[in-house]
């Protein structure tokens, strides 16, 4: 697959039964400088190789190819980033909503604790996939913009003056270029559970200007998903998603363990158990 920074290849190991994916940078000149994206997805490897969560792409090897690019190898994955997962099957039912949310929280709490930031939360950025017997296990993946959480003021900014990270699931404190911590991955979490709630981000773009959705995360309020979608919402959850995209971080959960806690606490009228989700994978196998 082709990205704006690279390509992503499936590989064999030539000695293990194992199938990876190599995440190939193709540094050439573009707007960022060759050697900061080097040092960029160095970072990156580094940072995902260190966590040992099971709900973070595991890192098995990272290096520079003889003519001078960055590549990384991680497991390759087989399912769905929750951007495709809804648009090929619609928004998801509460239940499963959290499910899926619970689980990113725990690769979000192992980084936060080690002092790093995945810093673009988004649902291309959260896989859902079938993990040797487990069925809708999620992974979070590409910690491409992962920094330590320093105490510093300093705009997030790339050499050329942009703000780094999605508009449409940005942080007001990234957009502002204020002090960023772990509490930004939850406002993207929180953008997260709401599309896959509603099947679109809080401020869709709708061919609006990035600096316009930016402006949005930065100064307005949202809709609540129930007003989105028309359709009654369980409170609890629709309260939890909101308080996640509070503009001020401290009106936030405390942390990803505090928002995972309040998740498994809501009383749904629905269970999403594992016959549920082994259901729907096997229906999947079977249209195609």
């Not at 028309?230 to 959850?237: C, E, F, K, N």
């Not at 269970?271 to 195609?288: P, V």
């Given at each position: 697959s082709h990205g704006g920074m690279g390509e992503v290849w499936r590989a064999e190991h030539r000695l293990l039964a194992r199938t990876s994916a190599i995440k190939l940078i193709l540094a050439d000149g573009g707007s960022v400088s060759s050697r900061q994206t080097l040092l960029r997805f160095e970072r990156e490897?580094?940072?995902t190789a260190s966590l040992r969560s099971p709900h973070t792409i595991q890192v098995y090897d990272y290096g520079v190819t003889d003519d001078g690019r960055f590549y990384y190898v991680m497991e390759l994955l087989d399912g769905f980033g929750m951007d495709d997962l809804v648009r090929r099957f619609g928004p998801l039912?509460?239940?499963?909503?959290?499910h899926l949310l619970s689980q990113a929280c725990h690769s979000l709490e192992e980084a936060h604790r080690a002092g790093l930031v995945h810093r673009d939360v988004k649902p291309g950025n959260v896989f859902v996939c079938r993990y040797g017997l487990d069925v809708d296990f999620v992974k979070v993946l590409d910690f491409g913009l992962v920094k330590p959480a320093v105490a510093d003021d300093r705009p997030d900014l790339t050499e050329d003056g942009l703000v780094q990270g999605t508009p449409s699931y940005m942080a007001p404190?990234?957009?502002?270029?204020?002090?960023?911590?772990?509490?930004?991955?939850?406002?993207?979490?929180?953008?997260?559970?709401?599309?896959?709630?509603?099947?679109?981000?809080?401020?869709?773009?709708?061919?609006?200007?990035p600096l316009e959705v930016m402006f949005d995360h930065a100064y307005r309020a949202p809709l609540r998903p129930s007003e989105r979608i028309?359709?009654?919402?369980?409170?609890?959850?629709e309260?939890?998603?909101m308080s996640c995209l509070e503009k001020d971080p401290e009106d936030r959960p405390g942390s990803a363990l505090e928002l995972d806690t309040k998740l498994a606490s809501l009383r749904l009228e629905g269970?999403?158990?594992?016959?549920?989700?082994?259901?729907?994978?096997?229906?999947?196998?079977?249209?195609?």
């Open positions: 490897a580094r940072a039912p509460e239940e499963r909503v959290v404190e990234v957009v502002l270029g204020r002090h960023v911590d772990g509490r930004a991955d939850l406002y993207g979490l929180g953008c997260v559970g709401y599309y896959l709630l509603t099947g679109e981000p809080p401020f869709p773009e709708h061919g609006r200007k028309g359709t009654p919402v369980h409170p609890g959850l309260q939890l998603l269970r999403w158990s594992g016959e549920r989700a082994r259901t729907w994978w096997e229906r999947l196998d079977s249209s195609h």
